[in-house]
């Protein structure tokens, strides 16, 4: 899979004025037709490394966001990536990985959203909604849960955008604050929860 060009891209340190400058230059840059999503076999060839170089690049700017010097998902291997049980879905422009979503199935009731992520450069495109709108079209009749953390602005307007609701919060031993939001069953279109 490619895209190395653009991870140079990706290692960039930016102030917030200037993070604020790219994100919005990223709006004016049209989605593409023959984007798609597909489910990602993290054992082939690549693809953990695509994963764990797009997540990286995605935490670290989460991470900046937050003001955290040491961010727990940063900390996560190769190994994880290419032995992990979860279910990741990529979201493909071109031959390019620039979103993924990953979840945990192991609850039959619960489909848990374990990381959410879209390169850097592909921020402000709607492809964490439409990656997001591709799991509740799959959970059927299981309650959809996510946490982030809660200085994670963005990412809880995502989610309550699409009808999450606030569920529980509580602070890592990492002292990081995050939110859980749940979406119940029989409510999966966007904005409904009732």
Excluded at 21 to 45: N, S, V, W, Y
Aim: hydrophobic letters at 35%; one cysteine or more; aromatic letters at 8%.
């Amino acid at each position: 899979m490619g895209c190395s060009q653009s991870r140079d891209r990706l290692s960039f340190n930016l102030t917030r004025t200037e993070h604020a400058e790219f994100f919005c230059a990223t709006l004016t840059m049209p989605m593409d037709k023959t984007d798609t999503i597909i489910r990602l076999h993290q054992a082939g060839e690549g693809v953990a490394e695509q994963l764990k170089a797009l997540h990286d690049s995605a935490y670290s700017v989460e991470a900046r966001l937050l003001g955290l010097d040491e961010f727990p998902p940063l900390k996560r291997t190769l190994e994880f990536y290419a032995k992990s049980k979860s279910v990741f879905f990529g979201y493909i422009r071109g031959d390019c990985c620039v979103g993924s979503v990953e979840l945990d199935t192991d609850d039959s009731s619960i489909l848990e959203v374990s990381s959410l992520v879209v390169d850097p450069c592909f921020s402000r495109q709607g492809i964490a909604t439409k990656l997001m709108m591709h799991v509740l079209s799959k959970a059927g009749s299981r309650r959809v849960i996510v946490s982030t953390a809660t200085g994670n602005y963005p990412a809880i307007n995502l989610y309550e955008g699409l009808g999450f609701r606030q569920a529980d919060h509580w602070t890592t031993d990492a002292g990081i604050d995050l939110v859980l939001l749940e979406k119940c069953a029989g409510n999966m279109r966007s904005g409904s929860n009732r």
